[in-house]
């Protein structure tokens, strides 16, 4: 597998770039590298091809300059390599309702797309949409780890969401590389304690875990020790109640996956679960802030209305 041969699969079977598409790579200047080798593979296939090349976004979820918004509502296919997720933006959703197939590819490296683009993608789109069927039917989750995470939520009326890379129709999103299923929890339903040990947005890799206590679907005390400290600064700058939404339950279905400390790959790992803090108006939920962390628990025991679907970090679907 190199680089090349993982565009073609990116542009082809992920996006279903056509000759006759506009093609847009949307970098920055800490993604310009891989943005132009990206480039080079899309004009193989459209001449219609461009680079745009932005500032870093602070932060996950920050707004996109209005030029680079406006841009994306006419492409026909966006490829995003950015630093930071623009997943959560109102940039983003445009440009999906006005028909661009957007993927999205936060803290993206050459090593991450080598290793995470070797999986099987017909077995990984079985096992992501039989979970996503599961989610769609099911009303509560409950989840614990060994270390202390005991933590309950409602996903009533609800509707998952299937990260599996194909993204071929006109409005599709997604994350490249996939390999998730993914829901807004209720507003005010998650009650209990989440024990994160793999990473956290924001702050990276944890040598020991962050503990965030849940009340009320709110994670209203947060401690641990210095990657602690400083995520509760990253919530109070962002200065809004919202920020503390328990915002998405997610389940990770990417065996090549590892847990490296950037979040676009970490959530993917297969048998981890992920938890995010903040926006999920974009996920079908009611919470419309200016952020977006997720959170990886690395061995969690899950139950979706009492069916067992991961024992201890391995996924039984």
């Not at 602070?58 to 406006?70: F, M, Q, R, T």
């Not at 020790?225 to 279905?253: D, M, P, S």
Request: aromatic residues 4%.
């Amino acid at each position: 597998m190199d680089l090349a041969k993982v565009a073609n699969i990116i542009f082809q079977k992920c996006l279903g770039l056509s000759s006759k598409e506009s093609c847009l790579i949307l970098c920055d200047n800490g993604t310009t590298k891989l943005g132009r080798s990206l480039l080079k593979e899309a004009f193989l296939i459209s001449s219609n091809s461009y680079l745009l090349e932005m500032k870093p976004r602070e932060i996950n979820g920050e707004e996109l300059p209005g030029l680079v918004a406006e841009t994306m509502k006419y492409a026909d296919v966006v490829v995003a390599p950015t630093s930071k997720s623009m997943t959560h933006t109102k940039a983003r959703r445009e440009a999906c309702a006005n028909g661009a197939r957007i993927a999205s590819m936060p803290g993206i490296t050459e090593e991450i797309l080598l290793r995470t683009f070797s999986v099987d993608f017909d077995a990984m789109y079985e096992s992501t949409m039989k979970l996503t069927q599961i989610l769609n039917n099911a009303k509560m989750i409950e989840m614990k780890c060994n270390k202390g995470s005991h933590l309950t939520l409602s996903i009533a009326n609800r509707k998952a969401i299937a990260d599996t890379g194909i993204l071929t129709e006109p409005g599709m999103f997604g994350n490249l590389p996939a390999g998730e299923s993914y829901i807004a929890p209720v507003e005010g339903t998650a009650q209990g304690q989440i024990v994160l040990d793999g990473m956290m947005a924001g702050v990276g890799l944890l040598e020991e875990p962050i503990i965030i206590e849940v009340v009320n679907g709110l994670a209203c005390r947060i401690f641990g020790g210095k990657k602690a400290k400083q995520l509760e600064q990253l919530l109070e700058r962002a200065g809004e109640k919202g920020v503390r939404n328990i915002a998405e339950f997610g389940i990770g279905t990417n065996p090549s996956a590892k847990v490296t400390g950037k979040v676009l790959e970490d959530e993917k790992v297969s048998g981890t679960i992920h938890i995010a803090l903040g926006n999920n108006i974009s996920m079908g939920g009611n919470v419309d802030v200016p952020i977006h962390l997720d959170g990886v628990v690395m061995k969690p025991t899950v139950y979706i209305d009492g069916l067992q679907i991961i024992y201890d970090g391995r996924l039984l679907v």
